[in-house]
Each structure stands twice: as structure tokens, then as C-alpha cells.
């Protein structure tokens, strides 16, 4: 395996700044490394290294015409880790914000209240 | 009111991160964790979704769930914990199982309150049992981002 968990390996493959910018490339087609390695300020065996990385991490692969072995996205592994990303933070955003809008509200019911203001442990052992 | 941001993400091989922070003071935002009346007004799912029952004992050993019901009159969802580990107001360790199981066992959850000039961080670990039990949580989203292709993946490349 190449590494513990799939996943994690598609996380640090999008950690790269321009092995995002070729994802971004590769979305509106396949491409050859050279024409990959084109926009950068970089060798080709050094865009290849990043395409590896992409390809290990089941984002890329290539295709297998000899010459030119073009590259392109695998919408699938893309999607496993874009679609989780969404899903939990859209669960979490909308807790939140929800639980923002209580604290503010607990905030206004404990400032004009004189009386000593309760303890929130009750009953919590450490 | 803007938003604060909310920081989530995988951590290692078992690991989800989520942090947020909350413009309260920190007894405040613990007590919204951790009392019954006040948890079932925020720890909701999507829209239409509603928390009837929800049962805290918050002391080393003590349990804790939580039912979820969909106002569709769909299924439901349940969530038992036990907690292992209480410092008011500050850290909380339990252990989780969703009722059916969809995670290969207990998870485990550490959640520290941080007060930071008036503000609290809040900060979970959830750790899976087992790195495929994680990674299955991470895709269980997955039909859904299938749908929407590419349109996520503006977001990810500009971050």
C-alpha cells in the first residue's frame, strides 16, 4: 500500500500549490506532460514528480498512448475527497451557526441579570 | 454577523479535526455542549431535522444519547456515548457509537474549550477506530458530491 489510508493521500496530493493548478488544467481536458509543464516555470521531470504524486494518489492517470501518455482526472477520487469536505462542513457550518446564535442569546440573558450568575458545572467531576 | 471560520479536516489515519471558534466566554460555550436543553437547539442535521431526546450524564462512566427524527418521518438517527474524561470548563473526552453502526466501532471524541481574549476555540478530534472506518465516514457523502462534480472543486483549488 502506498500509503495507510487512501484518502490521505489525495489530501496531501491537493496540498501543492501546483499540483492544483494541474488538476485545474486537467479539468477542461487530458494533456501531455509537456504541455502540463508548459505554464510553469519548471523542467519537465520535475512537473512529472508532481504527476506522480497526483497519480499515486488515484487523481491522474495516463493514458496509454506511448508517445505522448496523456494525463486526466480521475472524477472519482476527486469527488470522494471534495464531497466529504462539503458534506461535514455544511453539517458543522449550520450546527454552528445555530449554537452561535444561542450564545449570543445566553450572552444577553446573563449580562442585565444582577444576581450572582450561576456556575455552568453543576455536578461535573473531574 | 459574519462567521467565524471553521477549520475541518482528516489528521493522520484516523483522525477528523474540527475547529470553530465562538465569540462567548468559555463557561458559556461548554454549558451549550453539555446541557440537555441547550444541545438539542444547535446539534441538529440538515433542515427539518429535530432532536426529541437527548440525555446527559456528565461524569467519567456516564452516558449520554441523542435522537435525531426527521420531520419526513424518515429514519431517525441515535447516538450513545460514554464519558471517559470531564474538565469543566475546558476538555471533554467521551467515546460515540451511531445506532445502526455505520463506523466499524466507537469513536472516540476529544473536544478542548480554549478561551482566548473573550472568545472560545473549540476544538474536536475525532478519532476512528480503524483508518478505513474513517475513510468510510469521509466518503459516506460521496453520492451526493458525485451530483455536483466539479463545482466543489473550484473551492478546494482556490484554498
Known amino acids: ?126 | 454577523m459574519s462567521r467565524n471560520p471553521l477549520k475541518l479536516g482528516p489528521q493522520g489515519d484516523r483522525d477528523v479535526v474540527v475547529e470553530r471558534s465562538f465569540d462567548a466566554p468559555r463557561d458559556l460555550v461548554f454549558e451549550a455542549f453539555t446541557k440537555p436543553e441547550l444541545v438539542k437547539r444547535w446539534m441538529l442535521g440538515p433542515d427539518g431535522w429535530s432532536m426529541p431526546v437527548c440525555t446527559i450524564d456528565l461524569r467519567p462512566g456516564g452516558k449520554g444519547r441523542y435522537e435525531w427524527t426527521s420531520d419526513s418521518g424518515g429514519p431517525g438517527m441515535t447516538l450513545n456515548s460514554t464519558f471517559k474524561e470531564i474538565i469543566a470548563p475546558e476538555r471533554i473526552v467521551h467515546t460515540e457509537r451511531f445506532e445502526p453502526d455505520w463506523t466499524q466501532g466507537d469513536t472516540i471524541v476529544t473536544t478542548t474549550f480554549t478561551e482566548k481574549d473573550g472568545k472560545t476555540i473549540v476544538r474536536m478530534t475525532i478519532t476512528y477506530p480503524t483508518a478505513e472506518g474513517r475513510d468510510m465516514v469521509l466518503k459516506s457523502g460521496m453520492e451526493q458530491g458525485m451530483a455536483r462534480g466539479y463545482e466543489r472543486l473550484d473551492d478546494i483549488l482556490k484554498r
Do not use: Y
Open chain 1, 1 to 126: 500500500m502506498l500509503s495507510s489510508s487512501p484518502l490521505d493521500a489525495t489530501f496531501a496530493a491537493l496540498a501543492d500549490p501546483t499540483r492544483r493548478a494541474i488538476i485545474a488544467r486537467l479539468t477542461q481536458g487530458e494533456a501531455s506532460v509537456m504541455e502540463l509543464a508548459r505554464p510553469f516555470d519548471m523542467s519537465q521531470p520535475a512537473i512529472s514528480k508532481h504527476i506522480k504524486v497526483l497519480e499515486q494518489a488515484g487523481l491522474v492517470s495516463r493514458g496509454q498512448d506511448a508517445q505522448r501518455r496523456p494525463c486526466r482526472l480521475e472524477p472519482r477520487a476527486l469527488a470522494e475527497a471534495t464531497s466529504w469536505l462539503e458534506h461535514q462542513r455544511a453539517l458543522f457550518e449550520a450546527r454552528f451557526q445555530r449554537l452561535d446564535a444561542l450564545l449570543e442569546e445566553m450572552k444577553a440573558e446573563r449580562r442585565p441579570a444582577k444576581r450572582p450568575t450561576k456556575t455552568t458545572s453543576k455536578g461535573v467531576r473531574r
